[in-house]
């Protein structure tokens, strides 16, 4: 599949879903609207034009991504191809704190049809990701 040229340009909300940043185009389209999409430090549009060498910061619920553009894709593509055209300059850090959460969620388990935890068990939570990040260090 070829590559879109480097003088040329399309749109932001496109490009993010063409490498895989979201699962449909209206979510990433609805992320930009929501000021969650930065590019060189700017909030923008979804019909914002990037080019190659911009970078991207896109922000999840639980993680801040930060993405170089490499090159352009005409079309979604698969995920091997898609991780081509970016660069993942995302801290490590920013990883591990999704990894902790994860590892707590996971840890923590309640029943089904439990409710939702009450202001005791986040606390106890929190109490226990403050000691399991202490003993990290």
Same mark, same amino acid.
């Given at each position: 599949?070829?590559?879109?040229?480097?003088?040329?340009?399309?749109?932001? =909300?496109? #490009? *993010? #879903?063409?490498?895989?940043?979201? &699962?449909?185009?209206?979510?990433?389209?609805?992320?930009?609207?929501?000021?969650?999409?930065?590019?060189?430090?700017?909030?923008?549009?979804?019909?914002?034009?990037? &080019? @190659?060498? =911009?970078? @991207?910061?896109?922000?999840?619920? &639980? *993680?801040?991504?930060?993405?170089? @553009?490499?090159? *352009?894709?005409?079309? &979604?593509?698969?995920?091997?191809?898609?991780?081509?055209?970016y660069e993942d300059l995302t801290p490590e850090s920013e990883y591990e704190n999704l990894r902790t959460q994860t590892l707590a969620q996971s840890i923590?388990?309640? =029943?089904?049809?439990?409710?939702?935890?009450?202001?005791? =068990?986040?606390?106890?939570?929190?109490? #226990? *990701?403050?000691?399991?990040?202490?003993?990290?260090?």
């Amino acid at each position: 599949m070829s590559e879109i040229s480097v003088n040329e340009s399309m749109r932001i =909300d496109i #490009w *993010l #879903w063409c490498i895989r940043a979201f &699962r449909t185009r209206s979510k990433s389209t609805a992320a930009c609207k929501a000021s969650h999409i930065r590019m060189n430090g700017q909030v923008i549009k979804p019909a914002s034009p990037i &080019r @190659v060498g =911009d970078e @991207v910061t896109i922000e999840y619920p &639980r *993680l801040k991504r930060t993405l170089k @553009v490499v090159a *352009l894709l005409p079309k &979604r593509l698969g995920a091997p191809i898609a991780i081509k055209h970016y660069e993942d300059l995302t801290p490590e850090s920013e990883y591990e704190n999704l990894r902790t959460q994860t590892l707590a969620q996971s840890i923590i388990k309640r =029943d089904r049809g439990a409710g939702r935890p009450t202001k005791k =068990d986040r606390r106890e939570l929190e109490k #226990w *990701l403050e000691d399991w990040n202490e003993e990290e260090y």
